[in-house]
Structure formats: C-alpha cells, structure tokens
C-alpha cells in the first residue's frame, strides 16, 4: 500500500478487484454503475461514465448517451478528443472536477467524470489513484468487449449459414421470403422486418413478405405496393444504394405509415445479382440508432444470400411457365384439330391462351379477302361482349392499327408500350387499359386467314421469348381454320338445296302469294348474307307512268320498315327508276360500291359501300317484279350468291302467275252483288239514322272488311259525329266525335279523296281501330253529293297477305268502297232535304209569332207574360219560368211563371233567390252557357227546381239522353256575356232526333227576351249615367280645392308634388303648410278605399289634420288626436295610413310619425345610400287608444326625401307582377340629376313603362324634397 493511499488496502490491490468485478458484469451499464460506486468510496466523490462511438453500443444492448453527439459538459468533450486528463481549477462556488479518458489498445471507450465540493480538491494522489481506476477499468472493459463481439459474430454467422440453408431449396417467393423475414426478425428482434420484390415492368416494388409486432395487420389491411424512387423502400430500389436512416425522424425520404407508428429507425438494402436489382431487404426499430453497425454487415450478407435465392426462384417459376406454354401448344393444337365447327373452335382456342398464358384481353378475327374486311370473332376480356354486340370490323387497307397492318403483312407485330408504337389505335370501348399489345397472323399456305391479337394492361406485358410458341400454335389455328370454313361452306350448300326444294313444294301447293312471298324472303335470308330483303310486284295491267317507269307496289319485305320503303317510293323518283330498270333486266344484278344508292340501302340508312343484289322476277318474257337482298357490308355478294337468287326469283314469279290467274275469274261476279245489295238497302230506309245502321251492317258482309263506322257532318260544328259502327264496340264511341282540326279529317275535307291512315289509333285518338301493324290497311272516304261533304266514311281491313299500307285494298276493292260511299251520300241527301224543309218552315213561324208578341207589347212585364204563355204552345214544353238578375240584390227575382200541367205557380213571381239558394241559375250565370238537369218527376213544381243540382252542358244532352227521360232546361238570357237572367223550361219524353231543333227554338226566344230585356235597361242606364257623371265632375272639384293650389318657395328647399287618382276622385291626398316663419308642415295620406267614399273620408282626414297642427306641436300627439275622432266616425271599416312630418327649415331637422304608411325614403347625397325611415304606429281609424312612435332625423344638404303612397309600389305590370319597393329603391338610385322634378319625372317613367299600358289600380302621390347645397341656395 502506497504510503499517501488513505485506503486499508494498496491501491493496485484494490485496482485488480475493480478488474474482476468489472469482469463479471453482463452490460456496459452495469460496468458504469460499478466505477461510480467504487468511486464514491474510496475517493467521496461522485462519477459519470460517457461511452464513446465506435466502441459502443455494443451488439444488442440499450442506446446509451455516447460521445461525441452526446451532450456532456465541456470538460468530459475535451477529455473525449485529446485523450488526455482534464483537470477543472476550482474557483468560489464551483466544485472540483476531473475527467479521466478510458483508453486501451488504442481504443477510446469512453471518460470517467469524477466531482466533489470545491472544499475538498483533488490532490496528486488523488489525480494519481483516479488515473489507475481509469486504466483497470479499461483493459477489464475492452476485454469485455472483445468477448461480447466474439459471441455476437459468432451468432452473426449462425444465422447466415440458417438463413443460407433453409433458403437453397426453396422455389417458392413467397414462402422463401416468409422464413427469412421470420429469422431475421427472430434474431435481431427488430420492430419490422420486410422483403419487397422489384417488377420492372410497371417500376413497382411488391410486398413479399414481413414479420414483427404489426406486420401481419399491414400484409392483411393494405395492397402494399410502393413506386419505385417513392419513401427510402422507392429510392433504394432506384439507386440501388443502402440507405440508414438511424433517426427516421431527420431523413427526408421516410414515408411515415399509420401501420407502423413506432418506427423510429430503419436501414434499407437493395437486393441484387450482378447489378441488377431484384428487391428491397427493408428493417425498422422502435427506437432511434438502434440498428447497430454490427447488424448492419450481418445484413448485407443476409441481402446477397436473400437476392440469389430469389433469382433461383425467378428462374424456377420462369421454367415452369414456359413448360406450361409448351404443354398448352400442344394442347390447343390437339383441340382445334378435334372439331370443325367455326365457333367451338375459335371458344376453345381464346379459353386455352386464357388459361395458361393469363393474357387479359384476346381476340381473334377473321379476314373477307373479297370484302377487305377484318371482322371480329371471339375473345376474353371486359371488351369482347361490346366487341360481339357491334359486330367490330376493321378495313383491310386502313393505314392505321397494327390488326390491319398484321392482316396485311403477314407478319407477327409486338408493341410492349403502345404509347410509342405509331401503328396502334387506342380501342374505342372501355376500359381503355392497353399498354402492351402483340399480334400473330393465323396463316395457311400462304394466305393470310385471320389474326390473333393479345393485349395487356402492363408495359411490357409479353415477352419476346412467348413469341416462337404463339407462332407455332397460331399456324395449328390457322389450318383448323382453313378445315372448319371448307366444311361450313359444304353444308350451306346443302342447306340451299333444301330451301330449293322447300319453295318448289309451297308453289305446287297453291300456298297464298303473300304467305308464300314471305317464306321466299325467309329462305333468301337462311341462305345469303342480308339483313334486309324485299320484293315488288308490277300492277296487274302492267302500265307504265308518265315518265316511262314501271308501276310498281310493294308487296313483301323482311327486315325493313315497310312504311319507310313506301315513303320513299312515293317521294323519290331516284328509287322508282331504279327498280323500273332492274325489271327489265334478265339476270341478277349485283352492286358494286360505284353504283348508286338504290332503295334498301336507302331505307336502312347504309354507308355508300353497302352490298346489293337485285334479281328480276320473270314468267317468261313477262316482267312481274324485282327482289333485292341488301347487307350493311361490302363485297357481300358474288357469282353464286346471284344464281342462288334467281332461283328463289323465279319460284316466286311462277306462284305470282298462278295466283293471279286463279283470282281473276272470281272477281266480277262478287263486284256486281255488292253494288246491287248496297243499292237495294239505300233506297229502303226511312230516315238518315235507319240508313246508316243498315250501311254499316252490310258492307263488312260484302267486302270484308274487319271495322267500320259513318258519320254524319255538321258544319256549323266542324265536326263528324259517328251515327254507326261495326267491330268498334266500344261504349265510349256511341257519340264519338271527330273535328275538322285532325289532320286526316282536314286533309279528306280540303282534297275530297280517301285519306290513307298511318297511325289510326294517334292520329283518330280510337284505341278501338286498332289492327295489328302488319297488313293492316285504314282509310277514311268522304261522303260527298253533288260537290257537298255530308259525312265521312271509316273502314279498317286486316290483310291476309300480311302487307299493309294501301295496296291491301286493291283498286276494286277501293272502287267498291267509293261506290258505297257515293250511294249513301246521295240517300243522306235526299232524306236530309225532306227533313230540312219541314223543320225550317216549323221554326220560321215560332220565331215570327214570338217577335209579333214582343213588338206588340208595351211594358217588359207584358212581353214576358206573354211569351211564357205562348212557349208552351210554340215548342211543346210543360213549363216555363223566367228569372230575372237583381244586380243590387245579387239574386234572382222570377218574373213570369207558367205551368201547363193545371199548375197554379203565379204566387211565385216577385220571389227573391240569393246566390247559393238555385245552383241551376247561378250555375248558368257563372258560364253564360245552356245548361240541363234530369228530373224524375215530370210534375215537378217549378218552386222544387231550385233543388236541382245534377247539371250538365246542353251540349251533352244528347249523350246522356235516354227514352222517356224528364229535363229542365237553362237557357241564358243574356247579350255579348252580359247575363240579365235565365229562362227555365221543363220537358218529358221528348225524341232525341227533335232535340236540335227544339233547342234552335228555345235559343231564338231567349235572345229576343234577351234582347228586350237589355232594350229596357239601357233605357234606365241612359238617364241615371247622365245624372252621375255630372255628381262625379262636381266632386273632383270639390276634392281638388282640399288641396294646396300652389307649393310653397323656401329659401334653401326645394319640392314637387305628383297627386294621381284611379278614378275620378281617389283617395290619396297630400298637404304641404307652413308653421310659423322656419317650420314647415308635410302630410302625405291614403284612404284605404278609392273612388267616392274614399274622397269623401280625406276630406274629414285631412280637416282633422290642419284643425290640431296649429296647437299641437308633436305630430305623434297630432295623429293620435285624428285617430280618437275617426274612430269614433268610422263607416264601413275604412281607415287612414299617415305620414305627418314637420321640417325645420334652418336646422334640417325632421321630426315624423307614421300611422301605418308606406315608410318614406331618404337618399344620402354623399353616398347615394338610400334607408327607409322608421315605422310609427297603426293606420288612423282602426283603435282608439293606438300610441303612435316619433322619430327625428337630420337631412343634410343634397339629401332628398321621398314620400309615397302604395300607387307606387302596388302598380302592376299586364302579367300581374308588382312594382314592389326594390324596383322603387332601384329606380331612385338610377335617377338622373338631382331636382325633385327630375325625381318625379324618371319615376313616373319607370312605372308607365312596367305597367305597360296596364290602368292603375290605385291612387298614387309622391312628395319629393330636397336640401339644396350651399352654392346652389338662391
């Protein structure tokens, strides 16, 4: 023991026992703890130990502070950088320190910062036994060290030669990653540990597999994928650099991700061969520099072994694939040489690439070398159904797309990004998600028969590898291709030979000519390429037209509108032409795309290339029709597609020939029945009704036809009323009605010839006429006598033959309709002139009898007794009443009553209804109109009318008539609208043939009472009109002198008034006074009625105003002194609103109370703001005790205030909108100048232009008052 040592024991004692104890610890933390305490005891001082990089952290051990980065005070940094004893001189306050570096085989590991209190330094022995601590302590913890980093290196290598082992036979990705991320995890017991794999392809790095404490959440809620060059994970894979991001949170490249939140450090290594980048070894730890340098060799290591292994599996996976290519070559070869159906075939093939190539979309087309088409076969993908559905073609010659380019070339064309190949052409249906596409010509000796074509949604989806086995199994495609069309194109043949024989077969068999025309059509289809077919016939007697052309009628089509091929037969003389050449022609005519659009293509609406072939039908030298096919294609038709359809031509001209032979001899015999029953059966009825009935009833029997109906014209009406029907039963049509305004009724009117319907059930609004589309034939004749349209006449014809338009009625078949027609209208004729004569004759004399009593007569009460007295006499009613309309009374007064049924009604006259108390009387006077009411007693009294409440228009009398039926009936007595009362009559079991006359009766004597009745009151109109036009002239004097003659001149103001009335005396009235020599009075008011009573209340109004301003000061206390006293004299509920405002002239000052008046306006020179003032109280005249508010305000110089009544803001444009107080603010602001006469003017202008000529509906005044600026006052 040294002789200064203080100790029991010699310093290098104690020395060697630090040593071993140092020795036996298990951390670096627990080797500080040890110095400190040996420290504190042997030298009553306090210690600190400080690490130092790159000696520590050692392999698997806590962070610990470490210098330099730590932050240690300046004396143990000093220490730390020149290795040396650093000694702190004490000073007053401060204690003594030294810092001691622990060095061993040049190796700083750390300093040993030893204090105590200034009191008590440190001596040279203390410096001295300090510095022998600091060197034990050093070899001990070096030694240490050195052991911990052997078993860790020796762990190291443990787990590479594990990693290595389990990885050497592992050809699965998948799992191969998932056990080496579960060993290193296990190891190290990092955060997380994950392996992503690089697909060059699309620059996207794709999670493999991960193990630590969230990496199973994140494999299962994310489709972990990143962009490469995207987060530290991206970058790696673009550089192909590590990257070691100790502290996550200072690296800019760290992508925080919500599945890891405690990632805190991480080290990304690429994976790589021979510079190539395969994927990305990615670890991460909860806290920050804890992935030491050490695991960081380890797992460059563990990157290698981990990149090989991947590539083997690359390579393993890519030998499978291409054995699987292989065996499916060989498989889809052997399947398309197993069938020679077109479609299984070409099924089998796009399922097979499906299968074992994976490519997303697959087409396969075929090529028309004639037609110069490609044309879509099958496929897979989400585009193949449009693909089918639209029958996708492509032109063999287009210069774009790489199909055509294929088609043409021969020759196989990859394009791994379509965004750079100048050939593709983007798909026009979605989804529009190519990026790679690749096609393969299907070629045979030569010959180009189709095209496979792959797409892909990946950049670089194919790979040039696939290409030879694509080739070769798209040559075993080809020639199944080549098989299946030879063997399809022996049985269409066959096929044709049995339509052949199937046609030959319904001719012998005298089948009807449009059913069998139909299944030539059918047959034509079965066996050619068309998607429309249609065949003309020659009319019978073989003329020609003006201009030379064949007169021809459609007679079948198949796959065309019929009405479309007519309308453009009729409109088109391009279209007649043409079929009137093909007639002539003796062998098919087949259209190239040079020729002109013919009528199929025409009607189908094809591009100018469409295919045609036109065949004439002949029997023998005689021309009868042409058939044509028509395909939307080109180069559909060649040499055999014409024999074909001459074929099938000829069979159809032989059953033509025959069947017209057949008919012919028929059709005289059955002419001359139905003229001669049609004949018989006019001449036997009676009366217009029987003979119709009878027509309707006879012509189905005759002819044939499937409907028809009569009717009868009235012109006064402009309408047909149908008087009889056959096949309509229909209860709705009993009265059915037809007016001259339906195009087809005004098209028979103005042409008087048969009208043609295309569209019965639209055009007539007749559900009932409705015939099936297909052969179906409506035509509406007129009945006509002598140049005069008397009816009309409906037929509807289902045809047999299935064609419609007007060639279902042949022209007999329509001659005999005209002869009926003609017939029947010369009967109506006959028999409506013999009626005409004696009802005309009948109503002359009523009407004369009625005048004569009317003019005889001197008093209206005579003239009404007398006329009831005679209606009965005249028109054969059973009662009748006359009521008169009391305008003063609002009612009904009756005037006159007679009953013929012995009756006693006279007590009547003189009773007063009220509106409400004769819903039959009011109801006409509402509608000016003849109204009925059905009775069921027919004595009832004429007193019990007033009951009647079950009314109709007289118009619909008729449709609700039945026999033995009770009616009274309204007739207005009024005179352009002006209703003076209503004429009653009650009528039983009356015929409804009488009706219309009987009504022209009633009608003629209701006027000339109507007449008599206005005669009688103008007379008194006259006199008292005199009289109040004069009383009124007076008033409006009257109420003028109420107001100011003259507007006062103020020094400083300035004014003007506009004051106008609805009528001609109003309302409104204003008052301007003044009070005293700078005191100004203001009144602006509105009754709230117009006309007389209104001007009559201002004037009280305004009395009661200037009779309290002179001594009270207060407007408020003014207005409610009026309103006590009006209230008081209030009538009929009229009110005043009130503006009364009293102005200091040389202040500027307003003081203001508004009794419920429209609130006056003030515009702000300075800002051209414009405010309302403030409300007042309630309107004069309502309440007796209403409190009214007063206000004050300051105008300034340039301010204008505007007062006004609700003319203003009431007036109304012609469509009924109001004025309103936003325009008014609106027209204020965009006044011109400054003066209230400018004001005034620009307003009444604004108004007169919304009203638009409309006359005003109330009153209207405006005041209007300016403070002058100083340089303008006078």
Same mark, same amino acid.
């Given at each position: 023991?040294?002789?200064?040592?203080?100790?029991?024991?010699?310093?290098?004692?104690?020395?060697?026992?630090?040593?071993?104890?140092?020795?036996?610890?298990?951390?670096?933390?627990?080797?500080?703890?040890?110095?400190?305490?040996?420290?504190?005891?042997?030298?009553?001082?306090?210690?600190?130990?400080?690490?130092?990089?790159?000696?520590?952290?050692?392999?698997?051990?806590?962070?610990?502070?470490?210098?330099?980065?730590?932050?240690?005070?300046?004396?143990?940094?000093?220490?730390?950088?020149?290795?040396?004893?650093?000694?702190?001189?004490?000073?007053?306050?401060?204690?003594?320190?030294?810092?001691?570096?622990?060095?061993?085989?040049?190796?700083?590991?750390?300093?040993?910062?030893?204090?105590?209190?200034?009191?008590?330094?440190?001596?040279?022995?203390?410096?001295?036994?300090?510095?022998?601590?600091?060197?034990?302590?050093?070899?001990?913890?070096?030694?240490?060290?050195?052991?911990?980093?052997?078993?860790?290196?020796?762990?190291?290598?443990?787990?590479?030669?594990?990693?290595?082992?389990?990885?050497?036979?592992?050809?699965?990705?998948?799992?191969?990653?998932?056990?080496?991320?579960?060993?290193?995890?296990?190891?190290?017991?990092?955060?997380?540990?994950?392996?992503?794999?690089?697909?060059?392809?699309?620059?996207?790095?794709?999670?493999?597999?991960?193990?630590?404490?969230?990496?199973?959440?994140?494999?299962?809620?994310?489709?972990?994928?990143?962009?490469?060059?995207?987060?530290?994970?991206g970058s790696v894979a673009s550089t192909g650099q590590e990257i070691h991001a100790p502290d996550v949170s200072a690296e800019p490249l760290f992508r925080f991700s919500d599945a890891l939140p405690e990632t805190r450090a991480e080290v990304s290594i690429p994976l790589k061969v021979e510079n190539r980048v395969l994927g990305v070894l990615d670890v991460q730890n909860d806290e920050a520099r804890a992935i030491h340098e050490f695991d960081l060799s380890v797992l460059r290591t563990l990157a290698d072994n981990i990149a090989l292994?991947?590539?083997?599996?690359?390579?393993?996976?890519?030998?499978?694939?291409?054995?699987?290519?292989?065996?499916?070559?060989?498989?889809?070869?052997?399947?398309?040489?197993?069938?020679?159906?077109?479609?299984?075939?070409?099924?089998?093939?796009?399922?097979?690439?499906?299968?074992?190539?994976?490519?997303?979309?697959?087409?396969?087309?075929?090529?028309?070398?004639?037609?110069?088409?490609?044309?879509?076969?099958?496929?897979?993908?989400?585009?193949?159904?449009?693909?089918?559905?639209?029958?996708?073609?492509?032109?063999?010659?287009?210069?774009?797309?790489?199909?055509?380019?294929?088609?043409?070339?021969?020759?196989?064309?990859?394009?791994?990004?379509?965004?750079?190949?100048?050939?593709?052409?983007?798909?026009?249906?979605?989804?529009?998600?190519?990026?790679?596409?690749?096609?393969?010509?299907?070629?045979?000796?030569?010959?180009?028969?189709?095209?496979?074509?792959?797409?892909?949604?990946?950049?670089?989806?194919?790979?040039?590898?696939?290409?030879?086995?694509?080739?070769?199994?798209?040559?075993?495609?080809?020639?199944?291709?080549?098989?299946?069309?030879?063997?399809?194109?022996?049985?269409?043949?066959?096929?044709?030979?049995?339509?052949?024989?199937?046609?030959?077969?319904?001719?012998?068999?005298?089948?009807?000519?449009?059913?069998?025309?139909?299944?030539?059509?059918?047959?034509?289809?079965?066996?050619?390429?068309?998607?429309?077919?249609?065949?003309?016939?020659?009319?019978?007697?073989?003329?020609?037209?003006?201009?030379?052309?064949?007169?021809?009628?459609?007679?079948?089509?198949?796959?065309?509108?019929?009405?479309?091929?007519?309308?453009?037969?009729?409109?088109?003389?391009?279209?007649?032409?043409?079929?009137?050449?093909?007639?002539?022609?003796?062998?098919?005519?087949?259209?190239?795309?040079?020729?002109?659009?013919?009528?199929?293509?025409?009607?189908?609406?094809?591009?100018?290339?469409?295919?045609?072939?036109?065949?004439?039908?002949?029997?023998?030298?005689?021309?009868?029709?042409?058939?044509?096919?028509?395909?939307?294609?080109?180069?559909?038709?060649?040499?055999?597609?014409?024999?074909?359809?001459?074929?099938?031509?000829?069979?159809?001209?032989?059953?033509?020939?025959?069947?017209?032979?057949?008919?012919?001899?028929?059709?005289?015999?059955?002419?001359?029945?139905?003229?001669?029953?049609?004949?018989?059966?006019?001449?036997?009825?009676?009366?217009?009704?029987?003979?119709?009935?009878?027509?309707?009833?006879?012509?189905?029997?005759?002819?044939?036809?499937?409907?028809?109906?009569?009717?009868?014209?009235?012109?006064?009406?402009?309408?047909?009323?149908?008087?009889?029907?056959?096949?309509?039963?229909?209860?709705?049509?009993?009265?059915?009605?037809?007016?001259?305004?339906?195009?087809?009724?005004?098209?028979?009117?103005?042409?008087?010839?048969?009208?043609?319907?295309?569209?019965?059930?639209?055009?007539?609004?007749?559900? $009932? !006429? /409705? %015939?099936?589309? #297909?052969?179906? &034939?409506? @035509?509406?004749?007129?009945? +006509?006598?002598?140049?005069?349209?008397?009816?009309?006449?409906?037929?509807?014809?289902?045809?047999?033959?299935?064609?419609?338009?007007?060639?279902?009625?042949?022209?007999?078949?329509? $001659? !005999? /309709? %005209?002869?009926? #027609?003609?017939? &029947?209208? @010369?009967?109506?004729?006959? +028999?409506?002139?013999?009626?005409?004569?004696?009802?005309?004759?009948?109503?002359?004399?009523?009407?004369?009898?009625?005048?004569?009593?009317?003019?005889?007569?001197?008093?209206?009460?005579?003239? /009404?007794?007398?006329?009831?007295?005679?209606?009965?006499?005249?028109?054969?009613?059973?009662?009748?009443?006359?009521?008169?309309?009391?305008?003063?009374?609002?009612?009904?007064?009756?005037?006159?009553?007679?009953?013929?049924?012995?009756?006693?009604?006279?007590?009547?006259?003189?009773?007063?209804?009220?509106?409400?108390?004769?819903?039959?009387?009011?109801?006409?006077?509402?509608?000016?109109?003849?109204?009925?009411?059905?009775?069921?007693?027919?004595?009832?009294?004429?007193?019990?009318?007033?009951?009647?409440?079950?009314?109709?228009?007289?118009?619909?009398?008729?449709?609700?008539?039945?026999?033995?039926?009770?009616?009274?009936?309204?007739?207005?007595?009024?005179?352009?609208?002006?209703?003076?009362?209503?004429?009653?009559?009650?009528?039983?079991?009356?015929?409804?043939?009488?009706?219309?006359?009987?009504?022209?009766?009633?009608?003629?004597?209701?006027?000339?009472?109507?007449?008599?009745?206005?005669?009688?009151?103008?007379?008194?109109?006259?006199?008292?009109?005199?009289?109040?036009?004069?009383?009124?002239?007076?008033?409006?004097?009257?109420?003028?002198?109420?107001?100011?003659?003259?507007?006062?001149?103020?020094?400083?103001?300035?004014?003007?008034?506009?004051?106008?009335?609805?009528?001609?005396?109003?309302?409104?009235?204003?008052?301007?006074?003044?009070?005293?020599?700078?005191?100004?009075?203001?009144?602006?008011?509105?009754?709230?009625?117009?006309?007389?009573?209104?001007?009559?209340?201002?004037?009280?109004?305004?009395?009661?105003?200037?009779?309290?301003?002179?001594?009270?000061?207060?407007?408020?206390?003014?207005?409610?002194?009026?309103?006590?006293?009006?209230?008081?004299?209030?009538?009929?509920?009229?009110?005043?609103?009130?503006?009364?405002?009293?102005?200091?002239?040389?202040?500027?000052?307003?003081?203001?109370?508004?009794?419920?008046?429209?609130?006056?306006?003030?515009?702000?020179?300075?800002?051209?703001?414009?405010?309302?003032?403030?409300?007042?109280?309630?309107?004069?005249?309502?309440?007796?005790?209403?409190?009214?508010?007063?206000?004050?305000?300051?105008?300034?110089?340039?301010?204008?205030?505007?007062?006004?009544?609700?003319?203003?803001?009431?007036?109304?444009?012609?469509?009924?909108?109001?004025?309103?107080?936003?325009?008014?603010?609106?027209?204020?602001?965009?006044?011109?100048?400054?003066?209230?006469?400018?004001?005034?003017?620009?307003?009444?202008?604004?108004?007169?232009?919304?009203?638009?000529?409309?006359?005003?509906?109330?009153?209207?005044t405006l005041v209007v008052i300016n403070r002058l600026q100083p340089e303008n006052q006078i």
């Amino acid at each position: 023991m040294d002789a200064t040592s203080p100790h029991s024991k010699p310093d290098w004692k104690l020395f060697l026992e630090l040593g071993e104890s140092l020795l036996s610890q298990e951390s670096v933390a627990a080797q500080s703890s040890l110095i400190e305490q040996f420290i504190s005891r042997h030298q009553r001082a306090r210690a600190k130990f400080w690490g130092a990089r790159p000696a520590y952290p050692l392999p698997a051990e806590p962070d610990m502070p470490l210098l330099p980065g730590a932050k240690a005070p300046a004396l143990v940094r000093k220490a730390g950088e020149k290795q040396t004893v650093q000694i702190r001189k004490t000073n007053q306050g401060t204690k003594a320190q030294v810092a001691l570096p622990l060095i061993a085989q040049e190796v700083l590991l750390g300093v040993l910062l030893v204090e105590r209190s200034a009191e008590d330094p440190f001596t040279r022995d203390d410096i001295n036994f300090l510095t022998g601590v600091a060197n034990h302590a050093a070899v001990a913890m070096q030694t240490m060290r050195q052991i911990s980093l052997k078993n860790w290196r020796f762990d190291q290598l443990a787990l590479v030669r594990s990693v290595s082992a389990r990885i050497a036979n592992q050809r699965n990705l998948e799992e191969l990653c998932r056990q080496v991320t579960g060993l290193i995890q296990e190891t190290f017991d990092f955060y997380f540990v994950t392996i992503f794999t690089l697909d060059s392809s699309t620059g996207t790095l794709h999670f493999q597999a991960s193990t630590g404490i969230p990496g199973q959440d994140l494999h299962e809620s994310e489709n972990f994928s990143i962009k490469v060059g995207d987060g530290i994970v991206g970058s790696v894979a673009s550089t192909g650099q590590e990257i070691h991001a100790p502290d996550v949170s200072a690296e800019p490249l760290f992508r925080f991700s919500d599945a890891l939140p405690e990632t805190r450090a991480e080290v990304s290594i690429p994976l790589k061969v021979e510079n190539r980048v395969l994927g990305v070894l990615d670890v991460q730890n909860d806290e920050a520099r804890a992935i030491h340098e050490f695991d960081l060799s380890v797992l460059r290591t563990l990157a290698d072994n981990i990149a090989l292994a991947i590539e083997g599996a690359h390579m393993y996976t890519h030998l499978g694939k291409r054995a699987a290519q292989i065996s499916a070559v060989l498989e889809i070869s052997h399947a398309v040489t197993s069938t020679l159906d077109f479609n299984e075939l070409l099924d089998v093939v796009v399922k097979s690439i499906r299968k074992h190539f994976d490519y997303e979309y697959i087409h396969i087309y075929s090529i028309n070398p004639g037609r110069r088409k490609i044309m879509y076969e099958a496929g897979t993908g989400d585009r193949s159904q449009s693909f089918e559905d639209l029958q996708v073609t492509f032109s063999l010659d287009d210069p774009n797309g790489i199909i055509p380019w294929v088609a043409r070339e021969g020759k196989t064309r990859l394009a791994n990004d379509v965004s750079t190949e100048p050939l593709y052409r983007p798909s026009f249906l979605r989804p529009e998600s190519t990026r790679a596409e690749l096609a393969i010509p299907l070629e045979y000796a030569g010959q180009v028969l189709g095209v496979l074509d792959l797409q892909s949604e990946r950049v670089n989806g194919f790979e040039v590898n696939d290409i030879p086995l694509l080739e070769a199994m798209s040559a075993s495609i080809a020639i199944a291709v080549r098989n299946a069309r030879l063997y399809n194109s022996e049985i269409w043949r066959r096929q044709v030979a049995d339509s052949f024989r199937e046609i030959a077969g319904l001719v012998s068999a005298n089948v009807a000519l449009d059913d069998l025309l139909g299944r030539i059509l059918t047959q034509l289809d079965r066996n050619l390429p068309g998607k429309a077919a249609a065949i003309w016939l020659l009319e019978e007697d073989h003329t020609k037209g003006n201009n030379g052309q064949h007169n021809l009628r459609l007679a079948a089509t198949r796959g065309v509108e019929t009405e479309r091929l007519l309308t453009l037969m009729e409109e088109d003389s391009t279209v007649r032409s043409l079929l009137s050449d093909i007639i002539d022609l003796e062998a098919p005519f087949i259209r190239s795309p040079q020729d002109p659009v013919g009528p199929m293509g025409r009607a189908m609406d094809y591009d100018s290339d469409y295919s045609s072939i036109s065949a004439p039908l002949r029997a023998g030298d005689e021309p009868l029709g042409v058939l044509i096919l028509a395909h939307p294609d080109a180069g559909c038709y060649g040499e055999e597609a014409g024999l074909i359809s001459m074929t099938f031509a000829n069979n159809a001209a032989v059953a033509i020939q025959n069947t017209r032979l057949f008919t012919s001899a028929q059709e005289q015999a059955w002419i001359s029945t139905i003229l001669f029953k049609v004949a018989e059966a006019a001449q036997n009825s009676l009366n217009t009704d029987e003979l119709l009935q009878t027509m309707a009833r006879l012509t189905p029997l005759l002819i044939g036809i499937k409907k028809c109906a009569f009717f009868t014209w009235d012109e006064n009406l402009l309408s047909f009323f149908m008087k009889s029907q056959y096949g309509l039963e229909t209860p709705a049509l009993e009265n059915l009605v037809l007016g001259a305004d339906i195009p087809v009724m005004e098209q028979m009117i103005s042409t008087r010839l048969p009208v043609f319907l295309e569209d019965p059930v639209h055009e007539l609004n007749l559900e $009932s !006429l /409705l %015939l099936p589309k #297909a052969g179906s &034939t409506v @035509v509406i004749l007129p009945l +006509l006598s002598r140049g005069k349209l008397l009816g009309a006449f409906l037929v509807g014809h289902q045809s047999e033959n299935g064609s419609g338009g007007s060639a279902s009625f042949d022209q007999q078949t329509l $001659s !005999l /309709l %005209l002869g009926i #027609a003609q017939q &029947t209208a @010369v009967a109506i004729e006959n +028999l409506a002139l013999l009626e005409a004569r004696q009802e005309e004759a009948y109503v002359t004399a009523v009407l004369l009898q009625v005048a004569q009593a009317v003019v005889s007569q001197n008093t209206l009460e005579d003239i /009404l007794d007398t006329i009831v007295h005679l209606m009965p006499i005249l028109v054969g009613i059973d009662a009748c009443a006359i009521y008169l309309w009391q305008p003063e009374d609002h009612g009904f007064q009756i005037a006159k009553t007679f009953n013929n049924k012995g009756h006693e009604d006279r007590y009547l006259e003189g009773r007063q209804y009220s509106l409400g108390q004769f819903p039959l009387l009011d109801a006409v006077r509402d509608k000016d109109e003849f109204l009925a009411s059905k009775v069921d007693d027919p004595d009832m009294p004429i007193e019990d009318w007033a009951k009647l409440t079950r009314l109709i228009p007289g118009d619909e009398l008729n449709d609700q008539y039945v026999p033995g039926s009770n009616w009274v009936l309204a007739v207005p007595l009024s005179v352009k609208g002006e209703v003076f009362g209503v004429m009653l009559t009650a009528e039983a079991n009356v015929p409804p043939s009488f009706h219309e006359r009987r009504h022209e009766i009633i009608n003629g004597i209701a006027q000339q009472v109507s007449l008599t009745i206005q005669n009688d009151q103008l007379n008194r109109e006259m006199v008292e009109r005199e009289r109040l036009e004069k009383e009124i002239q007076l008033a409006r004097q009257i109420q003028r002198t109420f107001l100011p003659s003259h507007l006062p001149d103020i020094k400083g103001w300035d004014l003007d008034i506009v004051w106008q009335t609805a009528r001609e005396v109003g309302g409104d009235f204003y008052d301007i006074f003044k009070l005293g020599p700078e005191k100004l009075g203001i009144v602006i008011a509105d009754v709230s009625d117009k006309g007389m009573p209104a001007a009559l209340y201002m004037t009280v109004a305004r009395t009661l105003i200037r009779a309290f301003v002179r001594e009270i000061a207060s407007p408020a206390k003014v207005l409610e002194r009026v309103n006590r006293l009006l209230v008081v004299d209030s009538q009929d509920g009229l009110f005043v609103t009130a503006v009364y405002a009293v102005l200091n002239l040389r202040e500027g000052t307003l003081t203001y109370a508004n009794a419920g008046h429209n609130l006056p306006l003030i515009m702000h020179s300075n800002t051209r703001d414009i405010e309302p003032l403030l409300k007042g109280g309630m309107a004069l005249g309502v309440m007796a005790n209403s409190k009214i508010q007063e206000h004050t305000l300051e105008i300034g110089p340039g301010d204008q205030l505007i007062l006004y009544t609700d003319g203003v803001s009431e007036s109304f444009s012609p469509s009924g909108e109001i004025f309103g107080e936003k325009r008014l603010v609106e027209a204020l602001s965009n006044a011109p100048g400054g003066s209230p006469h400018e004001t005034i003017q620009h307003l009444n202008q604004v108004i007169r232009d919304f009203r638009q000529g409309t006359p005003a509906s109330d009153d209207l005044t405006l005041v209007v008052i300016n403070r002058l600026q100083p340089e303008n006052q006078i």
